[in-house]
């Protein structure tokens, strides 16, 4: 390309994971050459070889609020909705030399 992009923002962890492989292949490093963002913050995503940035969602919290919200409304009361916050987990797919423990999964919104 002769404009290539600075970054790459995946639907999911497993995408930016494929991202990852297609940017060795090409010889591009992440976080030094392209910058590369996933979603979902699945496990895997801090033990690769460049650990995958990626925004993690709070599952849990919102598994909780929909039951808590589903029982709400078969008890006839009245439920609204709840916006939860994301969380930027910044590691080296974006950020590279990140390699120390207490710098390598780095979040960023709590």
């Known amino acids: 390309m002769p404009k290539p992009p600075t970054a790459i923002f995946a639907t999911n962890d497993f995408s930016a994971i494929g991202v990852l492989g297609v940017l ?16 979902n913050d699945i496990s895997i995503c801090s ?13 849990r919290e919102i598994g909780t609020r929909a039951a808590e919200m589903l029982l709400a409304v078969t008890h006839g009361l009245p439920v609204s909705s709840v916006a939860l916050t994301p969380t930027l987990v910044v590691r080296d797919s974006t950020v590279p030399g990140r390699t120390a423990p207490s710098l390598s999964d780095q979040r960023v919104g709590t």
């Open 24 to 39: 060795r292949e090409a010889e591009l490093q992440p976080g030094r050459d392209i910058a590369v963002v996933g979603y």
């Open 47 to 59: 033990e690769l070889t460049v650990p995958l940035t990626t925004i993690h969602s709070p599952h």
